[in-house]
């Protein structure tokens, strides 16, 4: 297994593009499985989590091929409704193919997924959606087995809670659907918005993405696509806290500034300088970070998936700062690694209080997850001396050359085999 080592204290600077988001391109990739013949997704990061829900396709019949930045996803030999045990056991988005395979194909076996474990991540909003599109769903020994007799109906769903993977789910399987489905408190995610253009572009008609209502009106057979995925906001975030949290300076090109609103907001009120163009940001850490109350939202308030690197920042700022999660109920994992390296964290139900200290100090930590190694990553970069972080398969999963790119911006960071 590799580790990163890293030499603290070395302020970031310099220029870097992002990468395409992860988390719309594993959406697609299911979505891919609603058209006809040979789809292409640009802009795909190459991840672990890209190259499981390859093999999860892979399973089904369908071809992926990668040249560079593009997947040729060619559905032409779809033909099994079971997918592989092994990859969907490794990565929860695999659900996500339970919709299309249904619309598609009329039947579906998934077994239940796996993931970060960040809390108890049901999957009962798409089950009850997809069976209120028609689907009679039975969850049998880790199974979910779903059929329908026909072709799925449009109907009217609302969301318990704006769930982004049950939103997408039920979009993918709405658009082969007879007639209209109407997606109440869905979410709003920029991911969501991606999937939504992506379906545009294969012939279904799509209104209200990006609102907590969205319509979606089913056609017979979808096209073949050619999509461009968005720029990720998560790889995005964790660059600019790595800058703030070694007070450096650098620019980010190739994001979509919208899609941070929240990060920035909460930055800023840190003291770190930022200029937000379009496609571009700039940000500047400064010497005395400011406290800050956090609380997880869905989009378009503060993402979950940058908690756990805010929470990092936070350790440093002078003062008390005060995060809570409501999104997960396990998603603290990153607070022990905090501690080792001198952090003063106190966990409360679904929240931290941190007291910032003057400076962290390197150790060697292991990363819980993909973000939770993140934070570390990010805490590792400001500490003083050496700390080296294991268990970076995690980090594998959602960055791609995380370790380069700091290095590209002038981090002390190398991979080591261990
Ligand atoms: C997606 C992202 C993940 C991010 C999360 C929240 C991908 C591949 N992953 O995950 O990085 O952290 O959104 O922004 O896009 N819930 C239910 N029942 C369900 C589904 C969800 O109760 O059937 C709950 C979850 O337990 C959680 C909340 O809804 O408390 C939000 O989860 P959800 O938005 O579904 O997250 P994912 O789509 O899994």
Do not use: W
Request: glycine share 10%.
């Amino acid at each position: 297994m590799d580790k990163f080592v890293i030499e603290g204290g070395f302020p970031l600077k310099g220029k870097l593009k992002v990468n395409g988001a992860k988390n719309a391109a594993l959406p697609l990739m299911a979505g891919c499985l609603l058209t006809e013949g040979i789809s292409r997704l640009e802009n795909v990061p190459s991840l672990i989590d890209i190259l499981t829900m390859s093999q999860v396709l892979e399973g089904l019949g369908v071809k992926v091929r990668r040249k560079n930045r593009t997947l040729e996803i060619d559905t032409t030999h779809l033909s099994y409704y079971e997918a592989p045990y092994k990859p969907v056991k490794l990565l929860r988005a695999s659900t996500l193919i339970l919709g299309p395979l249904l619309a598609r194909l009329g039947h579906a076996r998934v077994c239940l997924p796996g993931g970060c474990n960040i809390g108890r991540r049901p999957v009962d909003l798409h089950i009850k959606g997809l069976r209120q599109l028609g689907a009679r769903i039975e969850v049998n020994n880790g199974y979910i087995e779903a059929h329908t007799k026909g072709n799925l109906q449009g109907s009217s769903i609302y969301l318990n809670v704006p769930s982004v993977g049950a939103t997408e789910n039920l979009m993918l399987a709405a658009s082969l659907a007879r007639g209209i489905t109407l997606i109440r408190n869905a979410s709003s995610s920029p991911e969501v918005v991606d999937v939504a253009n992506f379906l545009k572009r294969a012939g279904v008609k799509i209104e209200g993405e990006g609102t907590n209502l969205i319509k979606i009106e089913g056609v017979r057979q979808l096209n073949s696509v050619h999509h461009r995925i968005i720029p990720d906001r998560i790889e995005a975030g964790t660059l600019i806290i790595a800058a703030i949290i070694t007070k450096g300076e650098i620019s980010l090109e190739e994001i979509c500034s919208n899609h941070l609103t929240s990060l920035f907001v909460k930055l800023r009120q840190m003291g770190a300088e930022i200029e937000a163009a379009d496609r571009r940001v700039k940000v500047k850490g400064g010497n005395l970070l400011k406290p800050i109350r956090v609380e997880t939202l869905p989009y378009p308030g503060f993402s979950t998936d940058l908690q756990p690197q805010i929470t990092a920042l936070a350790c440093l700022a002078r003062g008390t700062s005060v995060i809570r999660e409501t999104i997960f109920e396990n998603r603290f994992t990153h607070v022990p690694g905090l501690r080792k390296m001198g952090a003063e964290i106190k966990v409360g139900t679904s929240q931290v209080r941190t007291k910032g200290v003057s400076c962290l100090k390197g150790t060697v930590v292991r990363a819980p997850d993909i973000r939770g190694g993140a934070a570390l990553t990010l805490a590792g970069l400001a500490a003083e001396g050496r700390t080296e972080i294991e268990g970076i398969h995690h980090l594998d999963r959602g960055y791609e050359g995380l370790e380069e790119k700091l290095s590209k911006l002038g981090a002390n960071i190398t991979r080591v085999e261990d």
